[in-house]
């Protein structure tokens, strides 16, 4: 049986019931080799930084298959969000 995983959510200078935009985040998904993929919302697209530098566009949808993983403890990556307003 695997170890369940907590998640660490830190939210900075964020006071709560201020409403935060898709555009304002910086999602970052840095795997067990240290290596960072960088995630944004763009103008009607997300995009998706490798840690080559490969941008890559991708749907809401393609986003949720690389961001679950990590969230449900399946894959060893960490998330981290950052709040860029």
Do not use: D, F
């Not at 080799?33 to 103008?43: A, D, E, I, S, W």
């Amino acid at each position: 049986m695997q170890a369940k995983k907590k998640l660490k959510v830190g939210l900075k200078n964020i006071k709560i019931g201020n409403k935060m935009k898709n555009t304002e985040c910086t999602i970052y998904i840095i795997t067990k080799h240290g290596k960072t993929q960088t995630y944004r919302k763009g103008k009607g697209s997300w995009t998706q930084t490798s840690s080559r530098g490969i941008v890559r566009k991708m749907t809401a949808e393609q986003l949720l298959s690389h961001i679950l993983p990590p969230l449900a403890g399946i894959s060893p990556a960490n998330i981290k969000v950052k709040y860029n307003k």
